[in-house]
């Protein structure tokens, strides 16, 4: 008959002892955590921040204008965190912030809206309503649409180009760099320069197109 094994009586101690002291480290730790920050949203306004200027050009009578999407952004950009320089070519969150809408869906809106305040004029996007031709097709690409290197403003660079789909004059391709300064350091501010950055764009755009 084989006997059951009995462990050493020291050996029952120590495992009794473990629990609570599992129990006591769990509570330590608890305790010395430090809580998360609650995450602030933040957006780029609806409202363009120059609409109560004069339009750079208004589009001439009987011009048709497309925006052909999507405009596109950098991969980084693709996310909800407000990213802000970290030494030469890094990046990082600013805290809690988050973009409550995402930049790839809020900067072509924003910028086809801005772009019929300045012309004057809808600006359609596919599919087109029946009727209506355009004139002037536009593709826009934005190469850097981020926090400026010194945390101060907005940098960014766009490349677009204006073809008639008619075939009367080729396309014309067009580059800007800028920086539009901000108010501060702080989200609210650095978002506002955003939302100038595209105001400002729409006007650069519109005033590309060549006059009649």
Do not use: K, Y
Request: contains cysteine; glycine residues 8%; proline residues 13%.
């Amino acid at each position: 008959m084989t006997l059951p094994t009995r462990r050493p009586f020291g050996h029952r101690c120590r495992a009794g002892r473990s629990v609570p002291a599992l129990l006591l480290a769990a509570a330590l730790l608890a305790g010395c955590a430090t809580p998360l920050p609650p995450v602030t949203w933040v957006r780029l306004p609806a409202e363009a921040p120059g609409a109560v200027q004069p339009a750079l050009r208004a589009a001439a009578p009987g011009e048709v204008w497309q925006l052909v999407l999507p405009v596109a952004l950098p991969g980084h950009l693709d996310r909800d965190a407000l990213l802000v320089p970290r030494g030469a070519a890094g990046l990082q969150p600013l805290g809690a912030v988050r973009w409550a809408e995402p930049l790839r869906d809020a900067a072509p809106r924003l910028l086809r809206n801005d772009l019929a305040i300045h012309l004057g004029t809808p600006l359609w996007t596919a599919p087109l309503p029946p009727g209506v031709a355009p004139t002037r097709q536009l593709r826009v690409e934005l190469a850097a649409f981020d926090v400026a290197a010194d945390g101060r403003g907005a940098a960014l660079q766009a490349r677009w180009s204006l073809a008639d789909p008619r075939g009367a004059s080729p396309p014309r391709v067009f580059e800007a760099a800028f920086v539009t300064p901000a108010a501060g350091t702080d989200a609210e501010a650095l978002a506002a320069a955003h939302r100038l950055a595209l105001w400002q764009l729409a006007g650069r755009i519109a005033a590309s197109a060549p006059t009649p």
